[in-house]
């Protein structure tokens, strides 16, 4: 074969792809391309439904391409993975092995069945909404009930932030402004600002409506820059102490900056896109 | 602060050729030469590797064995194990206590020493032990902890 006939068949092959890839996703909003051009083409079943994905795709993606939803918290389509809350847990089975996977990370692999609401996938993510629960107690009241999760089972910590870190990797990876940061490890794990570059880089994004504040699905943001009622307890601390200004000073700086709705993270807006 | 001399770090992100994925490297090689981490260190390391503070704090927090705080030119670790314990474990560390006047934990005014309490050396036999630069010393009474004091510069 030459290589002009080898490309001829190449960009057709990849013709007839995309008019598979454009027919799966009729109807969703979110268009889904396979990840890498010509990339393999999976077939696995979720549900019991046979899905065609594309390697590289997630499991959460080749799900939400047929139209079944997966709840989820940390994952926003705009935003690099992160893994962290595992509310979009499903139960991944290849032969008679069946374990517990994260969707939003999972890459789709060929001949799995893949069960998104079987018993151990609700008794999974009956205990993760608990934890939440636990640090911010105004947890999705559907979301709640769906899975039969009661408040009381873990102690509660109602410090708000549930490190999700959706704030961290919009001011990352959208703003590039490295205002926020993970410190710590475990229990101690936080959310620190980084006070010189807020100083410089908060009152102008987004039109002084930071956009970290419209990711967090808790409130815990737009509470450390803006008080917006006793519902808000907990303030973020500062990364390190700063000769020039107090931490009082660079909450007052913040403090002064827009007005704050708290949307429920799920509406997958992203300010700024 | 006295401004801290910052060559050496730049000695060892060359050594690394400036690359951002050695950062741990760089953090342990920097730490082995000034003993922990200063903001101004960490500074110039993150501009050097063009990375953002963020990162730095990130990884130097993660890993316990970087320090952000000053740590003393001689390291005391007192084992607390069981072993250690039952062969008067507390009763030694009261001693070094006394004896330097800082709580683990701590590191003295004029970052001589800093005291730590690990949960076993390995050495259970030597116990009551301690370890101090490195040398492992066994049941040390008053008079040899005030000769460590003394000999330390």
């Known amino acids: 074969m030459s290589t002009e006939e080898r490309e001829k068949q190449n960009s057709s092959e990849r013709q007839t792809r995309r008019a598979v890839s454009d027919r799966r996703v009729e109807g969703v909003t979110q268009p889904i391309a396979p990840a890498v051009e010509a990339a393999r083409q999976v077939e696995l079943t979720i549900n019991g439904q046979a899905v065609e994905a594309w390697e590289g795709m997630t499991l959460l993606q080749a799900a939400q391409s047929v139209g079944i939803s997966i709840p989820t918290l940390c994952h926003h389509k705009e935003l690099s993975t992160y893994g962290a809350c595992r509310l979009c847990s499903v139960e991944v089975i290849r032969g008679r092995r069946s374990r517990i996977v994260a969707s939003c990370i999972y890459p789709v692999e060929d001949g799995i069945e893949v069960l998104t609401e079987s018993e151990k996938v609700a008794k999974h993510r009956k205990i993760i909404l608990e934890l939440i629960q636990a640090r911010w107690p105004w947890v999705d009241k559907e979301l709640l009930e769906k899975y039969g999760a009661q408040p009381g089972r873990f102690e509660e910590k109602t410090d708000f932030c549930i490190l999700c870190g959706l704030c961290v990797r919009y001011c990352t990876e959208v703003k590039k402004a490295n205002c926020l940061g993970f410190v710590g490890r475990g229990a101690e794990r936080q959310i620190v600002i980084y006070p010189e570059r807020a100083i410089e880089m908060c009152p102008t994004c987004e039109g002084g409506n930071m956009g970290c504040r419209s990711v967090c699905p808790t409130g815990t943001m737009p509470n450390e820059f803006a008080h917006t009622g006793p519902r808000f307890g907990k303030k973020l601390p500062l990364a390190y102490p700063v000769k020039s200004y107090s931490e009082d000073n660079v909450r007052e700086v913040l403090h002064t900056v827009g007005d704050w709705r708290m949307p429920w993270v799920r509406s997958q807006t992203m300010p700024g896109k | 602060m006295e401004q801290q001399d910052l060559s050496k770090v730049d000695e060892i992100i060359d050594k690394y050729e400036s690359n951002s994925e050695s950062l741990i490297q760089i953090l342990l090689d920097v730490q082995n ?85 690990v949960n076993c050396l390995g050495c259970c036999a030597l116990g009551p032990a301690l370890v101090v630069d490195g040398e492992y010393r066994s049941n040390l009474n008053a008079k040899e902890l005030a000769d460590i004091v003394a000999s330390a510069d």
Request: glycine fraction near 6%.
């Open chain 2, 33 to 117: 030469e000034y003993r922990w981490l200063s903001r101004p260190i960490l500074s110039q390391v993150c501009e050097r590797l063009d990375i953002p503070m963020t990162h730095a704090y990130h990884i130097a927090t993660f890993y316990k064995h970087f320090s952000l705080l000053p740590q003393g030119r001689h390291p005391i670790s007192v084992c607390l194990g069981t072993a250690c314990h039952v062969r008067g474990a507390t009763r030694l560390l009261d001693r070094v206590v006394q004896a330097i006047g800082i709580e683990p934990g701590q590191t003295t005014p004029d970052e001589k020493f800093t005291l730590n309490t």
